[in-house]
């Protein structure tokens, strides 16, 4: 770990080679310094075999409490996961100074004899080198809570920038002059057959969608039965102009209606099916909604227009990347010979992101 560095940066947040070296020759100075001025009292050849075995103190206490450190890491990894670390962390180090202090003294003892045991004495330094210690090991925690703060902010950022530009993709597709040119004649039509209810139900569904789209862009989750509510009001106004030639079939568990999805990502699954397929008497279009092992599933057998509308994709890409940065469970594609198939995640917390979880959806 010491010589591998994606590692290093991976599990501490930075690149700790020349952190650990100018650390462990800082430390291992200022605790023969404090306890023993060596250089100060002692011969030059005495002095250095002092600093000596506060280096090698520095050393067993460091490589001790790092590799702990790395483990801590990859169990408690997240933001949120600090406050479990930090009290970790520093029995860590006190379990670490204590006993390679008592073995330290021991094993000295044995190589140089009773004339150097007490060159550092226990009882003068213990509470001292815990202190000197844990700030030293708070600077990695420290580095490492940085990191792991700027990712999430600039994830959340990224996250901000999609959602927005899926509003204005929204609101640009929804907006669009065949859409609100197709929507007032069929209001017109109903108004001629029916002045009131047809009618009256008509402009509220639409006004339905066009709230809803300026709603959602203001969140990266949504129920899934708001979404559907939304997915509805939009099969409303498109049976208007189509009847009976298009034809939903729900299956949703009561039980999944509370389970997160990507607004605007139903609705667009199915403006995608009515605008690529032949929607007529002679080939009613039938879009089945259900849930399968917590998944929306949209699928539809397709029936494609003679005339073809080019495809850009961006609608699918776009709810990729939305769930990618939530979430890392994708959508996913099938593209059959005879069907087309969606599979949407239906989220939970405990299957979002870290970045994500805490979010007032």
């Keep these: 770990m010491l010589f591998n560095k994606e590692k290093r940066i991976k599990y501490l947040g930075f690149n700790d080679f020349w952190f650990v070296v100018i650390g462990i020759l800082t430390l291992s100075f200022i605790t023969d310094y404090l306890f023993n001025n060596s250089f100060g009292t002692l011969p030059f050849g005495k002095a250095l075999l002092s600093w000596s075995i506060s280096l090698f103190f520095t050393i067993c206490n460091w490589f001790i409490v790092r590799p702990f450190i790395i483990i801590l890491r990859k169990k408690y990894p997240h933001l949120k996961d600090v406050i479990k670390r930090l009290p970790l962390v520093f029995l860590a180090v006190v379990g670490t100074v204590l006993l390679v202090d008592l073995f330290g003294n021991k094993l000295i003892s044995l190589i140089f004899g009773a004339k150097y045991h007490k060159i550092l004495s226990s009882s003068q330094v213990l509470l001292p080198i815990i202190i000197i210690s844990t700030m030293t090991m708070a600077i990695y925690e420290a580095i490492y809570y940085y990191t792991k703060l700027k990712k999430s902010i600039r994830e959340e950022e990224q ?24 929507s007032l004649n069929t209001l017109r039509d ?9 009618a009256k139900k008509f402009v509220d569904k639409l006004s339905d969608v066009y709230r809803f789209i300026l709603d959602a862009g ?8 708001d979404e559907m509510r939304f997915a509805r009001a939009y099969i409303h106004i498109q049976k208007e102009r189509f009847g ?8 949703i568990p009561e039980t999944m209606l509370d389970t997160l999805i990507v607004p605007m990502s139903l609705q667009l699954l199915l403006e995608n099916a ?21 998944n929306l599933v949209v699928d539809n057998i397709k029936q494609p227009k003679s005339t073809q509308i080019p495809s850009t994709k961006l609608g699918l890409k776009n709810i990729q990347k939305r769930y990618a940065l939530i979430s890392d469970i994708s959508p996913r594609i099938e593209n059959g010979e005879n069907r087309f198939m969606v599979f949407l995640p239906l989220l939970t917390a405990t299957n979002q992101k870290s970045t994500y979880e805490n979010i007032d959806h």
């Design 159 to 182: 996250a901000k920038q999609v959602i927005v530009k899926a509003q204005l993709d929204a609101l640009r597709n929804q907006a669009q002059p065949h859409f609100l040119f197709n």
């Design 190 to 198: 109903i108004i001629d057959q029916n002045p009131k209810e047809d």
């Design 244 to 251: 009976d030639n298009l034809m939903l079939d729900w299956s």
């Design 274 to 294: 009515i605008k690529h397929n032949v929607v007529s008497k002679a080939k009613p279009l039938v879009i089945r909604v259900s849930v399968n092992d917590s």
């Design 218 to 225: 203001n969140t990266n989750l949504i129920p899934l039965r």
